[in-house]
């Protein structure tokens, strides 16, 4: 045992993490139609942005943040910048309430998850209805929010896995 | 000298500080990016290197990991069609007894349709090249409708060319790439369609709003639709071919009218690109917007200078020519400015003098605009 405290490389906890959904969020935007339905459309990118503010702070996230709202405006076709500052927004929030969420039971994790994710969706909401004049559709984001709080579980797994593998932050 | 020996060495910045600092410049360059972003302005040159070079790269990838679903679809379809093919023989012998009868009717039409365009001497519009394509990927989310097309510049592609379906309008081109093109989904936040509902003729704008039914704006006069009506485009502004079917208009629940579109019928992964030009790439802007030049005076009076001496027209006063004429106006006289040289003279007195007798439709006030079809009524007895 070499007696140092072991560091968190960033490849396991951002790099795999952030390549991971950017696979799923192409998998998913496969034309389909299952019974005559388009399959929801949820945004994956909500799982590690909610679990890398949780885990730790780091000067690496926030970026890796932005790239990832980056990808998700520029594969989507919607306007440049609407998920990376709708994403930020969230991530900011998880860390600034991060002291208050750290330990709490699984149901007051999902809830925490979903108020983030409706913040995330508010500020998208919000500048979607500033750039184009129009409100978008209620409905289409109620679909949207509810198909990406079901992710909860793979941010869970992700916490579960990598909160205490730096000491420095027990 | 050794990290110990470093003055600085001991200096230990807050981690969480630094988190912070880096949040902040992450999020100063995302709202940098998102306001000088111009989507909106569906013009080509702001689709952007990088949106291109993504869609270039999503289009094979889509195309291989759409594969599979395909080939199942197509399996599927094939099991189905040998376990019910005796009830869709049936159902298509009696599908092609109709379509006989509406064949003859169509040609009959066709006839009567071609005779009365060569006695009106209509200009009708050419046919509309166009290029098959399939949609390898889409985004549906409520921020986002649009889809990638497995054809791009080696087509000849360009932004603004609408897509149809085998049932209706899609939407347009946005963005174009080698091997793809990004297509904006009538049902996308930013879309903006004229249509028209086809029994009234009434004029509207077709909005998305992220969901599956677009909205109708702008919808005027006295119960311009009803619920089913068929909506096509209108055509007007020049950017879409008129008459193509976007769908029927439904009333909801709000009190606003959608559409619920002819394109959501079928899946919508094999779509036809029209290689339509609109009236704004078919114009010469900078020949519209020429200001024309007045020709130079021929022995008569230019347009703001006082005439001297000039003989009193007949019918006018004689303090006529004394009157200064009206000096040039901007934009809104180009018309009377370039007119003739002989016609200033002319008329120049008599616009600047009042007539002796008012002209009798000038007398009396206008008559409101239903009135106008109702004979004049009898002048009162003296």
Known sequence: MSGQARVLAPWEWIGAPMLQCVALTILFAVSLKVFGLRPPEPVFAMWPVFAWAMIRPSILAPFAVLLLGLFLDAFWGGPTGLWAVSLLVAYGAVLAARNMMVGQSQPMMLFWYATVTALAFGAGYLISAVKTQTYPSLVAVGWQFLATIVLYPLANRLIDRFEDADVRFR | MSLRDNPFGELKVPLTWTAAVALIVAAIVA???????????????????????????????????????????????????????????????????????????????????????????????????????????????????????????????????????????????????????????????????????????????????????????????????????????????????????????????????????????APVDFVRILLFQDFAQLADSAELNKMPVPPPPVGGVQVGEVRQASPAAPGTSASAPSLKITPPRPAGAAATASTPPSAPAATAPRAATPPATPPPQLATPPAPAAATTSPPAPAPAQ
């Open chain 2, 31 to 265: 709202m940098v990016l998102l306001a000088n972003d111009r989507r909106g302005t569906f013009q080509a040159e702001a689709y952007g290197v990088t949106r291109r070079v993504g869609d270039a790269v999503a289009a094979p990838v889509g195309g291989v990991m759409s594969a599979p679903i395909r080939w199942t679809g197509d399996g599927v379809d094939t099991v189905r069609g040998y376990f019910f093919a005796v009830s869709e023989n049936r159902r298509l012998k009696a599908e092609l007894a109709e379509a006989r009868q509406w064949r003859d009717a169509a040609l009959l039409l066709r006839d009567t349709n071609e005779r009365y365009k060569t006695l009106l001497g209509l200009r009708t519009d050419p046919p509309i090249p166009m290029v098959a394509a399939r949609t390898v990927l889409d985004s549906r989310g409520p921020f986002a409708n649009t889809r990638i097309a497995n054809v791009g510049k080696e087509k000849a592609i360009k932004a603004g060319y609408p897509v149809v379906s085998e049932n209706g309008l899609v939407g347009r081109v946005i963005g174009v790439t080698t091997g793809a093109s990004r297509v904006l989904l009538l049902t996308d936040i930013a879309s903006r369609v004229p249509v028209m509902v086809d029994r009234t003729n009434a004029r509207a704008i077709l909005t998305g709003d992220g969901g599956p039914n677009p909205t109708m704006e702008y919808l005027r006069g006295q119960e311009p639709v009803r619920q089913g009506d068929r909506v096509v485009t209108s055509g007007d502004g020049g950017v879409l071919p008129r008459g193509l079917p976007v769908g029927t208009a439904v009333k909801t629940l709000d009190g606003r009218w959608r559409v619920v579109l002819a394109s959501d019928a």
